[in-house]
Antibody, heavy 121, light 106 residues
């Protein structure tokens, strides 16, 4: 079955760190760029980060740039999000998503169930 | 930055047709994608590139895009269609989502 399964969410301290994981199965993980998208309570979806299929190119939203790092291990079919210097506004459900892109379009055709991150003291 | 505007909520009677709009400056010149998110479930792509349906998505789901408005159309609405729906575009290398619309099937 083609699926994405996130883990690693939980309670994080302001200024602290968390590491999220996304395990992929049912497709050739190394052929796809992968992304993280989050949804804060009562808010809409917000793109967080994208990593190329090889892991050589990473992109971040301004809101997380310099604090979050995306990486992947294609031998383990797993995507990661290292979250540092956590802020209350990082509280959200974090989704892993598979990206489809061309020169004129960019969308997400497969999503995980999400993992909840709460930043609070 | 580019903004997408969606109504907060839309209601539709069982078996009738629902239209969910997504407004943006000259959005007709962009590719629009739509996602369904049922409570507690993973988001699902229901329409991509304005009007294409992924495999497994019922023909009841369709999309259009012209001028300053893109529209997701759900015909013969079912209870299982109750969900939040989000539009999304790619503008100046930035992924932009609409604020989401809660669809209620009465």
């Amino acid at each position: 079955e083609v699926q994405l399964l996130e883990s690693g969410g939980g309670l994080g301290q302001p200024g602290g760190s968390l590491r999220l994981s996304c395990a992929a199965s049912g497709f050739t993980f190394s052929s796809y760029a992968m992304s993280w998208v989050r949804q804060a309570p009562g808010k809409g979806l917000e793109w967080v980060s994208t990593l190329s299929d090889s892991g050589g190119s990473a992109f971040y939203a301004d809101s997380v740039k310099g604090r979050f790092t995306v990486s992947r291990d294609n031998s383990k079919n797993t995507l990661y999000l290292e979250m540092n210097s956590l802020r209350a506004e990082d509280t959200a459900m974090y989704y892993c998503a598979r990206r489809i892109v061309s020169t004129i379009y960019y969308y997400f055709d497969l999503w995980g169930q999400g993992t909840l991150v709460t930043v609070s003291s | 930055s580019y903004e997408l505007t969606q109504p907060l909520s839309v209601s539709v009677a069982l078996g009738q047709t629902a239209s969910i709009t997504c407004g943006g400056n000259n959005i007709g010149g962009k590719n629009v994608h739509w996602y369904q998110r049922r409570p507690g479930q993973a988001p699902v792509l229901v329409i991509y590139r304005d009007s294409k349906r992924p495999s497994g998505i019922p023909e009841r789901f369709s999309g259009s895009n012209s001028g300053n408005t893109a529209t997701l159309i759900i015909s013969r609405a079912q209870p299982g269609d109750e969900a939040d729906y989000y539009c999304q575009v790619w503008d100046s290398s930035i992924v932009v989502f609409g604020g989401g619309t809660k669809l209620t099937v009465l």
